[in-house]
């Protein structure tokens, strides 16, 4: 029986991995993967814009604006934490011939004229629209400029003028002792770490329903399952085709992570050169992050507890995809069978990602706890601080129960529906199979 097992399992796994599909599908995917993450550099290489410094033609009536306004934008690309760069130019033509100039160019021209009730007034002139985030940053800047001259003008001291328009230091104290400062980095941790790993898992879930559902109803579609069952038991057949399914998935999820791994070093060695673009400065504030929250002292076992959550749940959805399609003749009704299931997978991907907005929440908590969702959603609320890892323990060893429940009347149903043409009365027969004794 074991012989036949293996049998199955392997046949399983070179119909999966020696096609044609399997290998353009992940030729593909990894030209997404790369093209994704290296967007900014294919816009470029085709003559886009994605990279270029905006241009900032400067008028200056007032004789003074000039460096203070450049000095005011340093300064809020600062406090806003980005690095918009600004190549601005000084034109001593009129504002006229200046304008004329500006046709069917992206360059901004800024003019600056004194105003004995405002201090300083100032035009901004374009030929075209200006990015929402760009003109933001211009106006701080312009205002600043403005209070700056005007307390030059109203003869403040110039170093109190300094100490009045230098960037405000800020000393971040937080009341609560249970509370860390460092924790607020994990706003950005569950902004960009957290969805890479909880995005693809996701993704593979949904795969993995799919591909087991159209595999059972395909066999039975074409009345080969009769010929299989013939020679193996149900329970061989059942459980070769979760193996098999299981280790496609994990091997798909792993490729997935070598992609990943391929476009962070072809967007390292031929990306834009800049500050915004460079990989490892990013992997460096990330790691940063990670290491101010003490995330990295966390992340042994981490790690492996994630990684048995999502075994695990994977086992848990191809068991009652497997249950499912057993019970269905054709994808058609498997796709009606199966919405439930869904629907379960989305509520606790989205709740994964919303939940530093249920901090404190009893519910959620329990929420975790749940097996259908709890691989998504424990290792989110144990990153935010919400639950620990006796709660993920839990987790664990509920998951593994509902898998064993799984298993025992699964098998059951499994052994009435595959061999069953008939949709009549189909979740009366599901709970009387349930009943039945035997397996």
């Not at 003559?47 to 410094?53: V, W």
């Not at 890479?196 to 087991?212: D, N, R």
């Not at 329970?235 to 070769?240: A, D, E, T, Y």
Request: aromatic share 10%.
């Amino acid at each position: 029986m074991a012989s036949k097992f293996w049998f199955l399992t392997n046949l399983g796994l070179k119909k999966k991995f020696k096609t044609k599909w399997f290998l353009i599908a992940n030729i593909l995917i990894l030209l997404g993967i790369v093209a994704i993450v290296n967007i900014n550099t294919i816009i470029s290489f085709f003559g886009g814009e994605f990279e270029a410094k905006n241009e900032v033609v400067i008028i200056d009536n007032t004789n003074i604006a000039t460096d203070i306004f450049k000095k005011n934008m340093d300064n809020t690309n600062t406090l806003i934490g980005e690095n918009i760069e600004t190549d601005i130019q000084i034109s001593k033509e009129k504002e006229d011939k200046v304008i004329k100039e500006l046709k069917d160019t992206s360059k901004i021209l800024i003019v600056f004229n004194s105003s004995e009730e405002d201090y300083l007034s100032a035009k901004i002139i374009s030929e075209g629209t200006i990015d929402v985030m760009y003109y933001q940053v211009l106006m701080q800047s312009l205002s600043a400029t403005k209070t700056e001259i005007a307390m030059t003008k109203t003869n403040i001291d110039k170093e109190e003028l300094a100490k009045i328009t230098q960037v405000i230091k800020v000393d971040r104290k937080i009341l609560d002792e249970e509370i860390k400062s460092e924790d607020e980095n994990m706003e950005m941790i569950m902004s960009t770490v957290f969805p890479t790993v909880i995005l693809p898992f996701f993704i593979l879930v949904i795969f993995l329903i799919q591909m087991i559902g159209a595999e059972i109803n395909e066999e039975k579609s074409t009345r080969s399952m009769e010929i299989i069952i013939s020679n193996v038991s149900p329970k061989v057949h059942f459980f070769s085709k979760l193996l098999s399914s299981n280790i496609f998935v994990m091997t798909q999820g792993l490729l997935l992570m070598i992609y990943g791994g391929i476009a962070l070093v072809v967007k390292n060695l031929f990306g834009v050169k800049d500050a915004s673009s460079s990989i490892t400065d990013s992997i460096g504030q990330i790691y940063d992050a990670l290491n101010a929250t003490g995330f990295m002292d966390k992340l042994y076992y981490i790690v492996p507890l994630t990684l048995i959550l999502m075994v695990l749940t994977f086992i848990t959805y191809s068991l009652i995809a497997g249950i499912f399609a057993s019970m269905t003749v054709n994808i058609e009704d498997y796709q009606q069978i199966q919405t439930p299931i869904m629907l379960v997978l989305l509520v606790g991907y989205y709740l994964s990602i919303m939940a530093g907005m249920f901090e404190g929440s009893i519910l959620i908590k329990a929420l975790s706890y749940v097996p259908l969702i709890s691989a998504l959603l424990a290792p989110s609320l144990f990153m935010i601080g919400q639950i620990g890892i006796i709660d993920i323990t839990i987790s664990i060893i509920l998951l593994l129960l509902f898998n064993m429940v799984l298993i025992k009347y699964g098998l059951r149903i499994y052994k009435v529906g595959i061999l069953n043409y008939s949709t009549d009365k189909m979740w009366k027969k599901i709970f009387k199979a349930a009943k039945t004794k035997e397996i």
